[in-house]
């Protein structure tokens, strides 16, 4: 049974613990430094990050974050979660786990424990291909657009509209800054 805790004295060690495969590491932030950045975050930023322990019956076996942007803040002008740490540690990959714990963390913000939002949005490097069929199985869609040399993907929150207007100038704007680079 897989379940999102919060990080607690019990489990941050075993979070800081937690790798992934070698051919694997550029592709996420150790979670040593996601617990830092989310420190940081807790003393500076408007809203705290949400940050959870991934947990199969007791044992931590995974670690994901995630924030609220208002549409001011957001790069697309809309309110949204963004999904910026997801992982999986090494000997329990494969097995179903990734797609059980991004159901749970997708029903959390679903509930919109920092506001309401139109989409999430994630990001990931462009060759890695486990993470575009993970999130694509949950109906992300992407953009098109590659930050820093990762491809945006949306997933739409029922019920909000999304500004396709405004998204279309942005996209327009990245890729001509893109092709520009
Ligand atoms: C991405 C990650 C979280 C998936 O976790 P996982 O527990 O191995 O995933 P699951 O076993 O639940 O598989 C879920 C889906 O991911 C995809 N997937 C998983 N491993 C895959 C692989 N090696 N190649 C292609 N697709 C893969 C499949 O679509 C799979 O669904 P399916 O079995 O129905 O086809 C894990 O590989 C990981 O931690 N990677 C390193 C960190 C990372 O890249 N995070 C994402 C960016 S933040």
Redesign the pocket.
């Known amino acids: 049974m897989i379940s999102l805790e919060k990080i607690t004295w019990d489990n941050w060690e075993a979070c800081i613990n937690l790798r992934?495969r070698d051919d694997?590491k550029p592709?996420?932030a150790s979670n040593v430094y996601s617990l830092a950045q989310s420190y940081v975050a807790l003393l500076n930023d408007r809203q705290p990050p949400m940050t959870y322990a991934i947990c199969l019956g007791k044992t931590v076996i995974?670690f994901a974050m995630a924030y609220r942007e208002t549409a001011r803040e957001s790069r697309f002008s809309e309110d949204s979660y963004v999904?910026c740490?997801?992982?999986?540690d090494k000997d329990?990959?494969?097995?179903?786990?990734?797609?059980?714990a991004l159901a749970r963390l997708l029903d959390k913000i679903r509930a919109f424990p920092l506001g309401s939002a139109d989409a999430v949005y994630?990001a990931?490097?462009r060759s890695?291909?486990?993470?575009r069929?993970?999130y694509a199985?949950f109906g992300f869609i992407e953009t098109g657009i590659v930050s820093y040399g990762e491809m945006i993907a949306r997933l739409p929150l029922a019920g909000r509209n999304f500004v396709k207007a405004r998204f279309k100038r942005y996209a327009n704007k990245a890729n001509t800054r893109e092709h520009q680079a």
């Open positions: 992934v694997q592709f996420i995974g999904i740490r997801f992982m999986i329990y990959q494969g097995r179903g786990y990734g797609k059980m994630v990931y490097n890695n291909e486990a993470a069929a993970l199985g």
